[in-house]
């Protein structure tokens, strides 16, 4: 089993900058990738972000290339996802999410695990 325990959302103003962590814990060696969904009200979740673990390569939505950056830090089992630019489309409940694939890891079947969520709010 894999734990995920998502921090730093919040309330920002439009242009502004958020970042969010993603903590894991218990059977990490088992995850293959890493990846950030949100799910905006009325909305299905999308897939924003994801790093694969071996060799680290990244992927974004179009939506977000260019202002949102994925990074991990494997002594602390941590992902973050940098946030810049925001606008309030942006407004949405981000879940982590951590992938057993070797293959495949830009849709929420995709992964196995997931995070509780956590809000983040741009204002215009």
């Known amino acids: 089993q894999v734990q995920l325990v998502e921090s730093g959302g919040g309330l920002v103003q439009a242009g502004g900058s958020l970042r969010l962590s993603c903590a894991a814990s218990?059977?990490?060696?088992?995850?293959?990738?890493m990846g950030w969904f949100r799910q905006a009200p009325g909305k299905e979740r999308e897939f924003v972000s994801a790093?694969?673990?071996?060799?680290?390569?990244?992927y974004y939505a179009d939506s977000v290339k260019g202002r949102f950056t994925i990074s991990r830090d494997d002594a602390k089992n941590t992902v973050y996802l940098q946030m810049n630019s925001l606008k309030p489309e942006d407004t949405a409940v981000y879940y982590c999410?951590?992938?057993?694939?070797?293959?495949?890891?830009?849709?929420?079947?995709?992964?196995?695990?997931w995070g509780q969520g956590i809000q983040v709010a741009v204002s215009s």
């Open positions: 790093i694969r673990r071996s060799g680290g390569s990244t």
């Open positions: 999410a951590a992938s057993l694939a070797f293959a495949q890891i830009l849709v929420k079947g995709d992964y196995a695990y």
């Open positions: 218990g059977r990490t060696s088992i995850i293959q990738a």
